[in-house]
């Protein structure tokens, strides 16, 4: 017997099994539905998680305050210099009068500060360098570049006014650590859904394949192979993880829309539904495949476990 | 064709099903295993399937013997049986065409030869005009005959048929034993447990008649002896069968393929 003449009896029988074994067929697609939209919730609690913890990162930064007559060839030699410090993410110079503008903008209600500024006559401001980091527990690295003995000359060095990691020292390293916590938990909570469930949808599937141990016993005793056994249950197995994963893609769209709505404000800008939509081959194909996965090794589980000698 | 060598089945929790059987079944042959319930009839047919080990002995099918048969050559064997089992063991979710066709399927034949032969065993067990309706739209007889033409459609060496006529009310009984007789007639070997007392009878063939594990009676042209119904066989007697058990199986063995 060919090759395609077998290929074709397994998915003939493996979609038969499909249509006239509807109990299954319906129970196997409502759990894989289920799992799937767990998953898919996790990833999308997961990018949620990142872009909100990366938005919080963003304001976390150092800076790097010169005195007011220094030259903007050691500014730059200092800004070129840090670019090239590992872990540092961009690098941001501010000039003396980009200083002056933010510094009376932030003022503009406060006379005082204004006639002050005034009456000094001249810019008393510095250019200063913004240092973001590419995570907040770098910034430890990075301020010992800025110390003496770091990595600059000692003329570098005594231009610099001040370095203000110190002062916000301690509300870095916290948030640091908070963002790596809620990252690691976030992480370990969502395999922990994902396992949960992927273990749900095997049992629920080997329980419903139960109803054909008998079938089973009887392909064998007249001298079925395994292959001419297994691979109906593998076929239909497939076609529930498919189907399954098309519905849960399906229901996604109202479900991403919903909760965009509720949310959007809460995640730091972040919307579900425009995630959903940005990603959405990738998260086809991530859900086809596991849909077709969990399928086949559910209905492998089921079959073996019921398959005698 | 099938012979047993001292064979002995014991379960774990120390019940003999088989004692010490030692008998040979030689081709074109129709026997009738007898005896009351747990004589080990079942046992035996077991065995022959390779669905159970003997705890010591053998089983040999032809010159294979069966339990030393690689797994992977396992499906194989049981091909070269038709099976007809009391409860039916029909396909649920396939109809009568189907569970026929899927014998010839997983004998590895052609489209064509399953369009060609599944039509003629349908027709051999008077069920044509059903081959769209599913197990469970049958009665208990059309069951049976359809397990019967599920059974032969691959034209096997053996038959085997386990109480096939358990659950059915004589007439059709009958009916399923005319099918048996007209495929033993076309060369099919065929052994066939039951309880039957008219079957048996009416048969008129070898009759192996077991109690409680042991081979009580083998007759080459019996009849359903009153000592299949006899609670422990006496030992003398017993030991008087098993001998002519063996001189029947040596008297046959010229004629064995």
């Known amino acids: ?309 | 064709m099938i012979s047993f060598e001292r064979v002995t089945k014991q379960y774990d929790d120390d019940i003999t099903a088989l004692d010490d059987i030692t008998l040979t079944i030689h081709p074109g042959e129709f026997v009738s295993i007898t005896g009351h319930s747990g004589s080990g009839k079942t046992t035996l047919l077991k065995m022959i399937w390779a669905e159970e080990n003997p705890t010591s002995g053998k089983v040999y099918f032809g010159k294979d013997e069966i339990h030393r048969l690689p797994r992977h050559l396992i499906p194989e064997h049981r091909r070269r049986i038709g099976s007809v089992f009391q409860d039916y063991r029909l396909l649920p979710h396939k109809n009568v065409f189907e569970n026929v066709a899927f014998m010839l399927e997983v004998s590895g034949r052609s489209d064509e030869d399953i369009m060609h032969d599944v039509p003629y065993a349908l027709d051999l067990v008077n069920l044509v005009g059903k081959e769209h309706r599913y197990p469970h739209q049958l009665s208990a007889g059309e069951q049976q005959r359809l397990a019967i033409a599920r059974a032969i459609i691959h034209q096997p060496q053996v038959l085997l048929a386990d109480e096939p006529t358990g659950n059915l009310d004589p007439a059709t009984a009958d009916e399923i034993i005319a099918i048996f007789k007209k495929l033993n007639e076309l060369g099919t070997t065929v052994i066939l447990t039951t309880h039957s007392k008219q079957i048996v009878d009416s048969l008129a063939r070898r009759v192996i008649t077991l109690n409680q594990g042991r081979i009580i009676h083998d007759d080459i042209k019996g009849s359903y002896r009153v000592g299949s119904t006899m609670a422990t066989p006496a030992p003398k007697k017993k030991q008087v069968s098993q001998q002519q058990t063996i001189e029947h199986a040596n008297h046959n063995k010229n004629s064995s393929v």
Do not use: C
């Open chain 1, 1 to 309: 017997m060919s090759f395609t003449t077998s290929f074709q009896r397994m998915v003939r029988s493996g979609m038969q099994q499909v249509w006239r074994n509807s109990t299954v067929t319906l129970a196997s697609l409502l759990v894989m539905t289920v799992t799937l939209l767990i998953i898919s919730s996790m990833l999308f609690v997961n990018a949620v998680l990142g872009f909100s913890l990366e938005q919080m990162a963003k304001r976390v930064d150092v800076n790097v305050y010169f005195l007011p007559n220094t030259t903007d060839e050691i500014v730059n030699s200092v800004q070129r210099k840090l670019e090239g410090v590992e872990h540092v993410a961009e690098v941001q110079y501010i000039s003396r009068e980009e200083a002056l503008t933010v510094f009376q903008e932030r003022h503009k209600d406060d006379p005082l500060a204004l006639q002050a500024l005034e009456e000094l006559g001249e810019n008393p401001l510095g250019a200063s360098l913004n240092v973001l980091a590419d995570n907040p527990s770098n910034y430890d690295s990075i301020s010992k570049f800025l110390e003496p003995d770091g990595g600059l000359t000692s003329l570098e060095q005594s231009m610099i006014e001040k370095v203000n990691y110190h002062q916000n020292e301690l509300v870095i390293r916290r948030i640091a650590h908070l963002m790596n916590t809620i990252h690691r938990m976030g992480t370990i909570v969502a395999l922990v859904f994902i396992i949960l469930s992927i273990l749900i949808t095997l049992n629920t599937i080997r329980l419903a394949i139960y109803s054909s141990r008998e079938e089973i016993a009887a392909m064998q005793m007249v001298g079925a192979d395994r292959t001419t056994i297994q691979g109906p249950f593998y076929v239909a197995g497939m076609f529930h993880g498919f189907i399954g994963s098309i519905i849960t893609i399906v229901v996604l769209y109202p479900l991403t829309s919903w909760i965009a709505r509720q949310t959007t404000s809460f995640f730091g800008g972040l919307s579900v539904f425009d995630y959903y939509i940005n990603n959405f081959v990738w998260i086809i194909i991530i859900l086809v495949a596991i849909g077709i996965v969990i399928g086949i090794m559910a209905s492998a589980l089921a079959v073996r476990s019921y398959m005698r000698r």
